[in-house]
């Protein structure tokens, strides 16, 4: 299984809008990428840092899983910059994003 993580920054000056992250954009997802095998998405609040006191890392990390690269490919090909454009209607940094092969221990 590939997961691709789109991890949000929480820089001092960066801004991330929850509702319009977890409503308009996850139903905009789904649209875009059921149809490409999307198996899931997971979604991380961040709410502390480690260690305590440490300022926050990540407003969130995305995870958008699929059953093999080649799914992830057609999907990313197809639909990212659609899906960059409606970032900016929620965040307002940089996002990284990584490609990781799930392992099960």
């Given at each position: 299984?590939?997961?691709?993580?789109?991890?949000?920054?929480?820089?001092?000056?960066?801004?991330?809008?929850w509702d319009y992250y977890l409503g308009?954009?996850?139903?905009?997802?789904?649209?875009?990428?059921?149809?490409?095998?999307?198996?899931?998405?997971?979604?991380?609040?961040?709410?502390?840092?480690?260690?305590?006191?440490?300022?926050?890392?990540?407003?969130?990390?995305?995870?958008?899983?699929?059953?093999?690269?080649?799914?992830?490919?057609?999907a990313m090909a197809a639909t990212a910059?659609?899906?960059?454009?409606?970032?900016?209607?929620?965040?307002?940094?940089?996002?990284?994003?990584?490609?990781?092969?799930?392992?099960?221990?």
């Amino acid at each position: 299984m590939i997961r691709l993580s789109v991890m949000y920054p929480a820089t001092v000056d960066s801004k991330f809008d929850w509702d319009y992250y977890l409503g308009p954009h996850l139903k905009f997802a789904h649209q875009l990428l059921d149809s490409y095998h999307l198996l899931r998405i997971e979604i991380d609040r961040g709410i502390a840092a480690f260690p305590p006191g440490e300022p926050l890392h990540f407003h969130a990390v995305g995870h958008l899983f699929f059953p093999s690269i080649g799914d992830l490919e057609k999907a990313m090909a197809a639909t990212a910059s659609a899906l960059i454009e409606d970032q900016r209607k929620y965040f307002s940094g940089q996002s990284v994003v990584q490609v990781n092969e799930v392992q099960d221990v």
